[in-house]
């Protein structure tokens, strides 16, 4: 065999050829149209009964308490709300979040009390987090996780084991992680289980994880950015329509959502506007995918500060924005006698119509409730 250059090259194959002709990939040389049909292997589900035995949730309780919470605290501005709604919890439960980053499990586990911290489980997907073995064991560990199979085939026994057995359990019924930090749609498994189990779905709110920790990224922003943690009050299945008991879950947890960004009776107003359920032909008419992105990432705990555009509608609907106290009751006690003044002029309107005195007197102070003024 004559090699470029006119050099004399040894027959054979050399590394070059055979690195070539290797097939590095583990796929068969056969297409899969041309293999003969074979049923779907079951999937090996992954050993978990170990990760909530006493000696084991004895050692998470320190991992939690001593490593992780401490941690959560160094990194992030934690508030959590709603505890109160958890004093009447007897029996056990499923808590149904949002998901918006990979911190929700350890803050939700970190908010509950130590009494139902210690009987609750987390269900994790079982083709990310039990991929590989290290880190299978590692999130059994520190959330006693249950996988939960996400692409199809037959469901787990081990969700509805864990709840007779006593056990609370947490999903994120959105499936996967938020990528522009809004609500998607709710699948139907924690309706499911709630309604074939007899157990009541508790609601859960986390805002701020998605500015704290967005998907790409290893751990959180720097600054020790705000993230809330609010309980609902447990929901119990009025009939056995996953549909409908689907909506009022998701409902409750957009509720709450909007109940820390501004308060209760702003967020039942919400709710009464909202649909129960995003529809799919409905996606188009979103807000653009950068404005969803931004809204998401207002940092938590800054109610008083708003953006402009909130600013002139506050301007134009009450009056006077941003004052609280004896200043901001002045400011408006004096735009009403202003309004009342032109009101009196003779312009052809005469001196009793055309003026909002109730509008032009309530103040909003810097938490966005008015104080009416007489």
């Given amino acids: 065999?004559?090699?470029?250059?006119?050099?004399?090259?040894?027959?054979?194959?050399?590394?070059?050829?055979?690195?070539?002709?290797?097939?590095?990939?583990?796929?068969?040389?056969?297409?899969?149209?041309?293999?003969?049909?074979q049923p779907a292997p079951r999937g090996r589900e992954f050993p978990?009964?170990?990760?909530?035995?006493?000696?084991m949730r004895a050692a998470r309780v320190a991992a939690l308490e001593l490593g992780m919470r401490p941690m959560l605290d160094a990194n992030l501005s934690l508030s959590v709300a709603g505890l109160d709604a958890l004093e009447g919890l007897r029996t056990p439960a499923v808590f149904v979040s949002n998901h918006s980053s990979h911190l929700d499990a350890p803050l939700l586990l970190c908010a509950l009390p130590r009494d139902i911290r210690d009987?609750?489980?987390?269900?994790?997907?079982?083709?990310?987090?039990?991929?590989?073995?290290?880190?299978?064991?590692?999130?059994?560990?520190?959330?006693?996780?249950?996988?939960?199979?996400?692409?199809?085939?037959?469901?787990?026994?081990?969700?509805?084991?864990?709840?007779?057995?006593?056990?609370?359990?947490?999903?994120?019924?959105?499936?996967?992680?938020?990528k522009d930090g809004q609500l998607a749609r709710f699948r139907f498994g924690a309706a499911h289980l709630a309604i074939t189990c007899g157990v009541p779905v508790v609601p859960v709110g986390i805002r701020g994880g998605f500015a704290a920790m967005p998907r790409g990224r290893a751990w959180t922003v720097p600054g020790r950015p705000g993230v809330s943690v609010r309980f609902g009050r447990p929901l119990y299945p009025a009939d056995s329509d996953l549909r409908s008991f689907t909506g009022r879950?998701?409902?409750?947890?957009?509720?709450?959502?909007?109940?820390?960004?501004?308060?209760?009776?702003?967020?039942?107003?919400?709710?009464?506007?909202?649909?129960?359920v995003p529809a799919r032909a409905a996606r188009a008419a979103r807000k653009a995918h950068w404005r969803q992105v931004w809204e998401a990432t207002e940092p938590v705990g800054t109610a008083?500060?708003?953006?402009?555009?909130?600013?002139?509608?506050?301007?134009?609907?009450?009056?006077?924005?941003?004052?609280?106290?004896?200043?901001?009751?002045?400011?408006?006690?004096?735009?009403?006698?202003?309004?009342?003044?032109?009101?009196r002029e003779p312009d052809g309107s005469g001196g009793a119509g055309g003026t909002d005195v109730g509008g032009a007197g309530a103040a909003g102070d810097a938490?966005?409730?008015s104080t009416p003024v007489g």
């Fill in 1 to 37: 065999m004559t090699a470029p250059g006119g050099r004399q090259r040894p027959a054979g194959i050399g590394l070059r050829e055979m690195a070539r002709g290797w097939r590095w990939a583990s796929r068969p040389p056969v297409p899969a149209s041309a293999r003969p049909y």
């Fill in 48 to 55: 978990t009964a170990w990760a909530r035995t006493p000696a």
């Fill in 119 to 178: 009987h609750t489980a987390v269900a994790a997907a079982a083709d990310y987090f039990f991929d590989s073995w290290w880190r299978g064991l590692g999130t059994a560990f520190l959330f006693a996780t249950v996988p939960i199979e996400r692409r199809g085939g037959a469901p787990s026994s081990a969700p509805a084991d864990l709840l007779a057995a006593g056990w609370n359990l947490v999903i994120f019924p959105e499936g996967t992680r938020t």
């Fill in 249 to 276: 879950i998701f409902a409750e947890v957009s509720r709450l959502i909007d109940e820390d960004a501004t308060s209760w009776w702003d967020s039942l107003r919400a709710a009464r506007e909202r649909p129960a």
């Fill in 304 to 343: 008083g500060v708003v953006s402009p555009w909130q600013a002139a509608a506050r301007r134009g609907s009450a009056g006077v924005t941003g004052r609280s106290g004896s200043q901001g009751l002045t400011a408006a006690t004096g735009a009403a006698r202003e309004a009342q003044r032109e009101s």
């Fill in 367 to 369: 938490t966005g409730t």
